[in-house]
């Protein structure tokens, strides 16, 4: 009986924290310990995305059908609260990473902080709110595990023939997902969300600037994912007309 209390006296956020530190360090020594040192840290930061991402899905939608009293200012629940922490600490180890070996990424670095506010904010000051942050966990992450493996394939692509394959047929599914996702479903929720905001329904439990930072990040998220697929469309389209134009000449 100690030993159960203990446990679950202990807080959630370093226990998940070393969770992803240690597969983060077993991705890096063990899983990708024979890969070139340039693209290991990319890869390892993969590992632990694959690690967080469906799984955050899953909680995160278990924990949205498990509270009764769903809505943009509910109260945050016991649960909400600790799938807020799970990604709180994989956003702070991938955060790590980032600064240890990529520290002139400006764009990933701002990326990780303001989406650390957004869910610190929500489980730590404001305690509300956690269902809009929840169901954006969940469009965010739902392309992860087609993300990572498109990611570690194109990684490859240069020195592996069947990465190259997997990466040219990952692709136009990817894109297209993706697409549907950050750029029909997520501009939806973020109306519906800014709509009921910007009525002053939630004033009484999430303070304004609270709110109004919480839009701007998620806008400015969903800007920069739609320039991103965009210019992976364009890159995409560039190279089918390319090897259409060589293959033209080679019949010719």
Same mark, same amino acid.
């Given at each position: 009986?100690?030993?159960?209390?203990?446990?679950?006296?202990?807080?959630?956020?370093?226990?998940?924290?070393?969770?992803?530190?240690?597969?983060?360090?077993?991705?890096?020594?063990?899983?990708?310990?024979?890969?070139?040192?340039?693209?290991?840290?990319?890869?390892?930061?993969?590992?632990?995305?694959?690690?967080?991402?469906?799984?955050?899905?899953?909680?995160?939608?278990?924990?949205?059908?498990?509270?009764?009293?769903?809505?943009?200012?509910?109260?945050?629940?016991?649960?909400?609260?600790?799938?807020?922490?799970?990604?709180?600490?994989? /956003?702070?180890?991938?955060? *790590?990473? =980032?600064? +240890? &070996?990529?520290? @002139?990424?400006?764009?990933?670095?701002?990326?990780? %902080? #303001?989406?650390? /506010?957004?869910?610190?904010? *929500?489980? =730590?000051? +404001? &305690?509300?709110? @956690?269902?809009?942050?929840?169901?954006?966990?969940? %469009? #965010?992450?739902?392309?992860?595990?087609?993300?990572?493996?498109?990611?570690?394939?194109?990684?490859?692509?240069?020195?592996?023939?069947?990465?190259?394959?997997?990466?040219?047929?990952?692709?136009?599914?990817?894109?297209?997902?993706?697409?549907?996702?950050?750029?029909?479903?997520?501009?939806?929720?973020?109306?519906?969300?800014?709509?009921?905001?910007?009525?002053?329904?939630?004033?009484?439990?999430?303070?304004?600037?609270?709110?109004?930072?919480?839009?701007?990040?998620?806008?400015?998220?969903?800007?920069?994912?739609?320039?991103?697929?965009?210019?992976?469309?364009?890159?995409?389209?560039?190279?089918?007309?390319?090897?259409?134009?060589?293959?033209?000449?080679?019949?010719?």
């Amino acid at each position: 009986m100690e030993t159960l209390t203990l446990v679950h006296s202990l807080p959630n956020l370093p226990i998940f924290f070393f969770l992803f530190l240690a597969i983060y360090l077993v991705g890096y020594f063990v899983v990708f310990r024979n890969w070139s040192p340039k693209i290991r840290p990319e890869a390892s930061s993969c590992f632990i995305s694959l690690a967080h991402g469906t799984p955050a899905v899953v909680l995160a939608s278990f924990a949205l059908y498990a509270d009764s009293q769903r809505g943009f200012a509910a109260p945050n629940t016991a649960f909400q609260g600790l799938v807020l922490d799970y990604s709180i600490a994989y /956003f702070l180890m991938d955060l *790590c990473h =980032y600064l +240890v &070996f990529f520290p @002139s990424d400006i764009l990933f670095i701002g990326h990780h %902080l #303001a989406t650390l /506010f957004v869910f610190v904010t *929500c489980r =730590y000051v +404001v &305690f509300h709110g @956690s269902y809009a942050i929840l169901v954006l966990l969940v %469009l #965010a992450e739902v392309t992860s595990a087609f993300q990572n493996t498109w990611t570690l394939a194109g990684a490859l692509k240069s020195d592996v023939a069947t990465a190259a394959k997997v990466y040219e047929l990952l692709s136009p599914p990817f894109y297209a997902f993706y697409s549907v996702v950050r750029g029909f479903i997520g501009p939806l929720f973020m109306y519906k969300m800014g709509v009921f905001f910007l009525s002053g329904a939630a004033d009484h439990v999430i303070p304004r600037w609270v709110w109004v930072s919480w839009i701007f990040v998620v806008l400015s998220a969903i800007m920069v994912s739609i320039l991103w697929i965009s210019n992976l469309w364009a890159e995409l389209y560039r190279e089918r007309k390319t090897k259409l134009r060589k293959l033209e000449k080679k019949v010719s």
